[in-house]
């Protein structure tokens, strides 16, 4: 074994080194004597096949379609060749399992095949190649979850070309038929193979899907055992080499041998591995038993970035008329495309499988590199896609490749807590639950303590939904303040629904109102909704404050609070905003949330935030309030008792905007010959100034600026972004051009709607007033 820097490259060294008999393709010969077979439409085939034959067999054929994802497809350019489907192809099967079953157990021990596992053959299709026709370099699909591997046989017949390429692991295997014998070509269903074009002659087959059948017994060495083990022990107390000075590093959580074939979710099992895999993850697995690791298979989904450099000059496949090589040469192929460094790599884990083969539980998706090894490297296997970016100045020349690759995942007995927990919150919190209702809390503190490191990171986004109950009632019964700060601060306040108010409730009254007050600080200074969804969730605060309140009436007001303080700023806010529409449509958005505040009030009796908020309310930004007030007022109305209106603050709320909207009807409407206009907030600058003055003239309607652009483009903008009724033009003439500033008749139109507004809210408010009857006014 060479010199390595780290214990993980030599854990991949060890495993190379054990390399079994078998191969990733083999191929064998029979004669055809036991090979009795029909076509229907056609009828006993001879062999060797005659070209009289061949041509029948290609008029009762269809063309083969070939499958790409879940789609099945048909397209010449890919692959071009007839098909003759199995229900159609009759064989004599007593005679013909003379010769197929002693071959198969050959096949499968030149495969490299465990004792106690054996191959049984489902027979696929008959493919007809004519002259010109081919398939292009694919990977079979596996048919069947216990598909390992493809077995083709090729009747004997005259022709030239059709050789079978089978690639992996950066060999290539080729096959050529003889004229006189059956050819049987067996290959682990994962790789890469391809047909080259019939020169002459018909090219026809059977096609085969090989099962894996029994338990494979997959021996081991104690030498390399006890050699792997020792591996083990020095890769998870060794912190890797830091990437940048002063760096401190830890020992890793895991480690990810990856595999040479590839596996599908449907075919991945411990007992169905291929090849050299098969002796090196039984090893491994041996190993780990001797470090006490937990161990699973996995997918893994791999993306390398490597330096790409074009070739000077394209090369160029000949065909040599005197020889059977078949190689072609497509100037599109990114295989010939030279890789330099790699610059950069992802691996993710997708599926993993326990010991037993039952899905395992989760684990972090994303690996270190620092955590990953592998006998054959993924830049000598085969990339499933492959996309190269051509140099574009600062960055390109670049060449990205993504593979499919099935793992072993170890780590330490002792991480196991922390390697799920990482992947899956859900699961730590329910392993957490078991341990407290068994009683047994100390453990449930320990793991709980291991959490702290990334607890916060693993808890994020919409998931703290799904998790609050549970993250809730596992803090209260952790009995630890700290520890259940820790649990609970990641969730997302907004995210809380009345179905987890009693755990709330139970863990404010473990802990106290302090601990519980310190904790929705904590909530609310690190809110990260949208001003959308937390008007959204204020709406839902009257069933919520409904079922808190009967066991916490304190968190309930604490909740109250906070929603006040965000809906006094978005009231600030949207009173701020220059553009009216913008203004008015901000404010609509503020109504539903301002009444189901005001009615949650009612459910907390908090008497003191309710005059806060009314007073707030009929103040500093009351005249702009006004129609939003009568909104809630309206909304009010029609679903809140008398009694409910008035301890909503609704009462003194009316009286406001009936008091507002009579002075402001009062004041005479503006005079036809009155062009003033209230002048937005300004910069200050000169340019600002006129134009307040001109504004602010009640006799001057057109205003002939000579201005610059710079200055030009100012005043625009300060007149469209307040939505003034100021059209704005430019003469180009002289230098430099004329602004044109010309007051519209919209100042009147705006005028006589807003009092047109007022006057229908005013008369609303009355008749609601004398709807009452003698009674207590509503409002």
């Given amino acids: 074994m060479g010199v390595y820097n780290s214990p993980r490259e030599r854990i991949a060294a060890r495993l190379g080194d054990l390399r079994g008999t078998g191969s990733f393709s083999v191929r064998r010969s029979a004669p055809t004597d036991d090979l009795h077979l029909e076509v229907r439409g056609v009828g006993p085939v001879q062999l060797p096949l005659?070209?009289?034959?061949?041509?029948?067999?290609?008029?009762?054929?269809?063309?083969?379609?070939?499958g790409r994802g879940e789609l099945t497809l048909l397209n010449p350019e890919v692959r071009n060749t007839y098909e003759i489907p199995r229900s159609r192809v009759r064989i004599d099967k007593r005679r013909w399992n003379r010769t197929l079953r002693p071959m198969l157990d050959r096949l499968g021990t030149d495969l490299g095949l465990a004792p106690g596992a054996r191959l049984d053959a489902e027979l696929h299709s008959m493919l007809v190649y004519a002259p010109g026709q081919f398939f292009v370099s694919h990977q079979d699909s596996e048919k069947a979850d216990d598909m390992v591997a493809t077995l083709v046989v090729t009747l004997p017949g005259a022709f030239k070309g059709g050789s079978l390429l089978i690639h992996h692991g950066g060999e290539t295997l080729t096959y050529r038929s003889t004229k006189r014998m059956l050819s049987f070509v067996a290959f682990y269903a994962d790789c890469r193979h391809e047909i080259r074009p019939v020169r002459s002659g018909h090219r026809v087959v059977l096609t085969y899907n090989l099962l894996l059948r029994g338990e494979p017994d997959v021996s081991t060495s104690s030498d390399s055992v006890d050699a792997l083990a020792a591996e083990l022990r020095a890769h998870f107390a060794t912190p890797p080499d830091p990437r940048w000075r002063d760096e401190a590093t830890r020992p890793p959580n895991r480690l990810v041998y990856l595999l040479d074939h590839e596996y599908t979710q449907r075919g991945l099992s411990w007992h169905r591995l291929k090849g050299d895999d098969a002796g090196r993850a039984a090893t491994l697995r041996a190993a780990a038993e001797r470090v006490d690791c937990e161990v699973v298979l996995a997918l893994a989904e791999i993306q390398e970035t490597w330096d790409a450099i074009p070739p000077d000059s394209p090369g160029?496949?000949?065909?040599?008329?005197?020889?059977?090589?078949?190689?072609?040469?497509?100037d599109t192929d990114l295989d010939q495309l030279a890789l330099g460094d790699l610059l950069d790599s992802s691996l993710e884990l997708v599926h993993c499988v326990g010991r037993s083969g039952e899905p395992a539980d989760p684990i972090v998706a994303h690996v270190a590199n620092d955590e990953v090894c592998a006998t054959t490297p993924s830049a000598q296997l085969t990339p499933y896609a492959a996309e190269y970016e051509g140099y574009m100045g600062n960055y390109g020349n670049t060449m990205d490749r993504w593979y499919r690759r099935a793992a072993i995942v170890l780590w330490p007995a002792e991480h196991t807590f922390v390697v799920h927990a990482q992947a899956s919150a859900a699961w730590a919190l329910r392993r957490l639950h078991e341990r407290i209702k068994e009683g047994d809390q100390a453990t449930a503190r320990t793991l709980a303590e291991t959490l702290i490191p990334f607890w916060h990171n693993t808890v994020r986004g919409d998931e703290s939904a799904r998790l609050a109950t549970a993250a809730l009632r596992v803090a209260s019964g952790l009995d630890d303040a700290p520890l259940a700060t820790m649990l609970v601060r990641p969730l997302r306040l907004e995210t809380l629904t009345p179905r987890e108010m009693p755990a709330l409730a139970e863990l404010a009254d473990h802990y106290g109102q302090l601990w519980t007050a310190n904790l929705l600080d904590t909530w609310f200074s690190a809110r990260r909704s949208s001003t959308v969804e937390l008007a959204e969730w204020i709406e839902s605060l009257p069933p919520l404050c409904e079922a808190?309140?009967?066991?916490?009436?304190?968190?309930?007001r604490g909740l109250l609070a906070w929603a006040w303080a965000w809906l006094d700023g978005a009231f600030t806010q949207a009173c701020g905003l220059p553009a009216p529409s913008r203004r008015e449509e901000e404010l609509g958005r503020l109504v539903a949330p301002l009444r189901a505040f005001l009615a949650a009030a009612v459910e907390t009796q908090d008497r003191d935030l309710v005059q806060t908020a009314v007073a707030a309310l009929c103040g500093e930004h009351s005249d702009t309030l006004l129609p939003t007030l009568v909104q809630v007022l309206r909304m009010a109305q029609a679903s809140a008792t008398t009694h409910a209106r008035s301890a909503a603050g609704l009462a003194a709320i009316a009286s406001h905007c009936r008091i507002r909207l009579r002075e402001r009807l009062t004041q005479p409407p503006r005079a036809a010959d009155d062009w003033s206009i209230t002048a937005p907030d300004g910069c200050g600058c000169d340019i600002c100034v006129k134009l307040a003055a001109f504004l602010a003239d009640p006799a001057k309607r057109l205003l002939e600026w000579p201005l610059a652009e710079a200055g030009r483009a100012h005043v625009q903008q300060r007149i469209d972004r307040a939505e003034l009724p100021?059209?704005?033009?430019?003469?180009?003439?002289?230098r430099p051009y004329t602004l044109v500033l010309t007051k519209t008749d919209e100042l009147f139109d705006r005028e006589t709607r807003s009092r047109r507004r007022r006057q229908d809210d005013l008369d609303w408010l009355d008749t609601q007033l004398k709807m009452a009857r003698g009674k207590r006014p509503a409002w």
């Fill in 548 to 556: 808190l309140t009967a066991t916490s009436q304190p968190t309930a």
């Fill in 316 to 330: 160029h496949w000949y065909d040599d008329d005197d020889d059977d090589d078949d190689s072609w040469f497509d």
């Fill in 726 to 734: 100021v059209r704005h033009q430019t003469r180009r003439v002289g």
């Fill in 50 to 66: 005659s070209p009289a034959q061949a041509r029948r067999l290609c008029e009762v054929a269809r063309p083969a379609r070939y």
